[in-house]
Protein backbone atom coordinates (compact mmCIF):
# COMPACT_ATOMS: atom_id res chain seq x y z
CA UNK A 1 0.00 0.00 0.00
CA UNK A 2 1.59 3.23 -0.74
CA UNK A 3 2.33 5.88 1.25
CA UNK A 4 0.55 9.19 0.81
CA UNK A 5 1.52 11.03 3.77
CA UNK A 6 -1.69 10.66 5.70
CA UNK A 7 0.00 7.89 7.70
CA UNK A 8 2.24 10.05 8.90
CA UNK A 9 1.44 11.44 12.56
CA UNK A 10 2.15 15.40 12.57
CA UNK A 11 3.84 17.52 14.96
CA UNK A 12 2.30 17.33 18.29
CA UNK A 13 0.07 20.31 19.84
CA UNK A 14 2.36 20.19 23.17
CA UNK A 15 5.46 20.66 21.04
CA UNK A 16 3.50 23.52 19.00
CA UNK A 17 3.58 25.42 22.43
CA UNK A 18 6.32 27.52 23.22
CA UNK A 19 7.91 27.04 26.23
CA UNK A 20 7.83 29.43 28.94
CA UNK A 21 11.33 31.16 29.88
CA UNK A 22 13.16 29.39 32.15
CA UNK A 23 14.76 31.24 35.19
CA UNK A 24 17.40 30.68 37.80
CA UNK A 25 17.24 30.15 41.13
CA UNK A 26 16.38 33.66 43.53
CA UNK A 27 15.36 34.35 46.62
CA UNK A 28 11.34 35.57 47.28
CA UNK A 29 11.08 39.11 47.00
CA UNK A 30 14.53 39.68 46.00
CA UNK A 31 14.17 40.31 42.61
CA UNK A 32 12.64 43.63 42.86
CA UNK A 33 14.06 45.95 46.29
CA UNK A 34 11.91 48.70 47.06
CA UNK A 35 12.25 52.24 46.12
CA UNK A 36 14.11 53.00 49.23
CA UNK A 37 16.55 50.51 49.33
CA UNK A 38 18.01 50.93 46.02
CA UNK A 39 20.63 53.37 46.90
CA UNK A 40 21.37 51.31 49.66
CA UNK A 41 22.10 48.18 47.54
CA UNK A 42 23.95 49.82 44.37
CA UNK A 43 26.09 51.27 46.98
CA UNK A 44 27.17 48.08 48.81
CA UNK A 45 26.89 46.26 45.25
CA UNK A 46 29.88 48.88 44.31
CA UNK A 47 32.04 48.47 47.95
CA UNK A 48 32.06 45.08 47.57
CA UNK A 49 32.09 44.35 43.81
CA UNK A 50 28.97 41.74 44.06
CA UNK A 51 26.31 41.61 41.62
CA UNK A 52 23.17 44.18 42.52
CA UNK A 53 21.23 41.00 42.44
CA UNK A 54 23.28 39.03 44.56
CA UNK A 55 23.21 41.78 46.90
CA UNK A 56 19.49 42.34 47.30
CA UNK A 57 19.01 38.60 47.41
CA UNK A 58 21.87 38.74 50.71
CA UNK A 59 19.72 41.66 52.26
CA UNK A 60 16.45 39.27 51.60
CA UNK A 61 17.55 36.43 52.95
CA UNK A 62 16.04 35.31 56.04
CA UNK A 63 19.43 34.55 57.27
CA UNK A 64 20.33 38.30 57.09
CA UNK A 65 17.48 39.16 58.86
CA UNK A 66 18.17 36.81 61.61
CA UNK A 67 21.52 38.31 62.04
CA UNK A 68 19.81 41.94 61.78
CA UNK A 69 17.08 40.72 64.77
CA UNK A 70 20.17 39.67 66.88
CA UNK A 71 22.31 42.92 66.53
CA UNK A 72 19.42 44.55 67.64
CA UNK A 73 18.20 42.44 70.85
CA UNK A 74 22.10 42.78 71.75
CA UNK A 75 22.08 46.42 71.35
CA UNK A 76 18.94 46.80 73.27
CA UNK A 77 20.35 44.22 76.03
CA UNK A 78 23.49 46.79 76.06
CA UNK A 79 21.62 50.05 76.16
CA UNK A 80 18.94 48.43 78.95
CA UNK A 81 22.21 47.34 80.81
CA UNK A 82 24.15 50.39 80.66
CA UNK A 83 26.66 48.40 79.28
CA UNK A 84 28.48 50.46 76.42
CA UNK A 85 26.08 53.20 77.29
CA UNK A 86 27.85 55.70 79.49
CA UNK A 87 26.07 55.20 82.70
CA UNK A 88 28.23 53.98 85.42
CA UNK A 89 24.70 52.14 86.89
CA UNK A 90 22.05 50.56 84.32
CA UNK A 91 19.65 52.48 82.56
CA UNK A 92 16.59 50.55 84.22
CA UNK A 93 17.68 52.24 87.60
CA UNK A 94 17.45 55.72 86.31
CA UNK A 95 13.98 57.64 87.58
CA UNK A 96 11.67 58.76 84.81
CA UNK A 97 12.27 62.48 84.78
CA UNK A 98 16.07 61.60 83.44
CA UNK A 99 14.90 58.79 81.03
CA UNK A 100 12.04 60.34 79.87
CA UNK A 101 13.37 64.11 80.07
CA UNK A 102 12.77 64.21 76.43
CA UNK A 103 9.64 64.55 76.14
CA UNK A 104 9.87 67.92 77.19
CA UNK A 105 10.92 69.42 73.69
CA UNK A 106 10.25 68.81 70.06
CA UNK A 107 12.91 68.78 67.84
CA UNK A 108 12.00 69.01 63.81
CA UNK A 109 12.20 65.65 61.60
CA UNK A 110 14.64 67.51 59.58
CA UNK A 111 17.03 70.72 59.08
CA UNK A 112 14.57 72.08 57.43
CA UNK A 113 12.63 72.75 60.29
CA UNK A 114 15.55 74.79 61.94
CA UNK A 115 15.75 78.45 61.85
CA UNK A 116 18.09 80.91 62.82
CA UNK A 117 15.16 82.61 65.24
CA UNK A 118 14.59 79.61 66.78
CA UNK A 119 17.93 77.69 67.21
CA UNK A 120 21.60 78.29 67.47
CA UNK A 121 24.27 75.92 66.09
CA UNK A 122 26.09 74.17 69.17
CA UNK A 123 28.96 72.48 66.72
CA UNK A 124 29.86 69.13 66.59
CA UNK A 125 29.63 67.56 70.66
CA UNK A 126 31.41 64.83 71.30
CA UNK A 127 28.43 63.90 73.47
CA UNK A 128 26.38 63.47 70.49
CA UNK A 129 28.01 62.06 67.76
CA UNK A 130 30.62 65.04 66.51
CA UNK A 131 33.16 62.83 65.86
CA UNK A 132 30.75 61.23 63.38
CA UNK A 133 30.19 64.16 61.33
CA UNK A 134 26.20 65.39 63.64
CA UNK A 135 25.58 69.04 64.15
CA UNK A 136 23.86 69.69 67.51
CA UNK A 137 21.51 72.54 68.07
CA UNK A 138 19.95 74.13 70.74
CA UNK A 139 16.77 76.05 71.65
CA UNK A 140 16.91 80.06 72.14
CA UNK A 141 14.74 81.41 74.95
CA UNK A 142 11.86 81.46 75.31
CA UNK A 143 10.32 79.31 72.80
CA UNK A 144 13.09 76.22 72.89
CA UNK A 145 14.56 76.78 76.25
CA UNK A 146 16.86 73.97 77.21
CA UNK A 147 16.11 71.82 73.81
CA UNK A 148 18.63 70.26 72.41
CA UNK A 149 18.72 68.57 69.29
CA UNK A 150 21.32 66.50 66.79
CA UNK A 151 21.04 66.35 62.93
CA UNK A 152 23.20 64.09 60.61
CA UNK A 153 24.67 66.68 58.76
CA UNK A 154 25.33 70.40 59.17
CA UNK A 155 22.02 72.95 59.01
CA UNK A 156 22.92 75.40 56.17
CA UNK A 157 19.78 77.12 55.66
CA UNK A 158 19.76 75.69 52.17
CA UNK A 159 17.20 74.00 50.72
CA UNK A 160 19.10 70.62 51.07
CA UNK A 161 18.10 70.87 54.65
CA UNK A 162 15.04 68.90 54.06
CA UNK A 163 17.06 65.91 53.77
CA UNK A 164 19.31 66.20 56.52
CA UNK A 165 17.36 63.98 59.06
CA UNK A 166 17.50 64.10 62.74
CA UNK A 167 19.37 62.00 64.85
CA UNK A 168 17.46 59.47 66.93
CA UNK A 169 19.99 56.88 68.06
CA UNK A 170 19.63 56.47 71.84
CA UNK A 171 23.68 56.74 72.22
CA UNK A 172 23.78 60.32 69.84
CA UNK A 173 20.40 62.25 70.18
CA UNK A 174 20.01 65.57 71.64
CA UNK A 175 18.84 65.95 75.32
CA UNK A 176 16.38 68.12 76.89
CA UNK A 177 17.93 70.29 79.76
CA UNK A 178 16.23 71.05 82.33
CA UNK A 179 18.80 73.66 83.08
CA UNK A 180 19.83 75.40 80.41
CA UNK A 181 24.05 76.57 81.05
CA UNK A 182 23.84 79.13 78.13
CA UNK A 183 20.99 81.45 77.28
CA UNK A 184 20.35 83.49 74.07
CA UNK A 185 17.84 85.13 73.25
CA UNK A 186 16.74 87.51 69.92
CA UNK A 187 15.82 90.90 70.54
CA UNK A 188 13.60 92.66 67.72
CA UNK A 189 15.75 93.75 65.39
CA UNK A 190 17.01 89.73 65.15
CA UNK A 191 20.49 90.15 67.28
CA UNK A 192 21.31 87.22 69.07
CA UNK A 193 22.18 87.88 72.15
CA UNK A 194 24.53 85.61 74.90
CA UNK A 195 24.20 85.11 78.38
CA UNK A 196 26.18 82.91 80.50
CA UNK A 197 24.46 82.53 83.66
CA UNK A 198 27.04 80.69 85.88
CA UNK A 199 24.20 79.56 88.96
CA UNK A 200 22.90 77.98 85.51
CA UNK A 201 26.21 76.54 84.65
CA UNK A 202 26.07 74.48 88.43
CA UNK A 203 22.31 73.87 87.54
CA UNK A 204 22.85 72.50 84.93
CA UNK A 205 25.62 70.00 85.87
CA UNK A 206 23.32 69.00 88.99
CA UNK A 207 20.20 68.56 86.92
CA UNK A 208 21.92 67.28 83.36
CA UNK A 209 25.57 66.45 83.59
CA UNK A 210 25.60 64.45 86.32
CA UNK A 211 22.62 62.35 85.63
CA UNK A 212 24.61 61.44 82.48
CA UNK A 213 27.16 60.32 84.28
CA UNK A 214 25.23 58.07 85.93
CA UNK A 215 22.56 56.11 83.58
CA UNK A 216 24.01 57.51 80.60
CA UNK A 217 21.86 59.32 77.77
Not at 124 to 153: A, F, V
Request: glycine letters at 12%; hydrophobic letters at 25%; proline letters at 8%.
Amino acid sequence: MSDNGNNHPGPSRERNQSSPPRRGPSTPGAASPSLERQPEIQGLAERTNMPVRAVAEELNSPEHKDRVEKYKNEMRDQYDSGEGWGGILPRNTAPDWHTRRNDNQSCPATCGGISAKDWWEEGKSKLHGGDRGMYTYRGIQPKNEGYQCTYHDRCTGSAGDANVKRVDDRSFAGTYDYVSPIEKTVDPSGNVDVEHDWLKVIGHVGADVVPYAIWGN
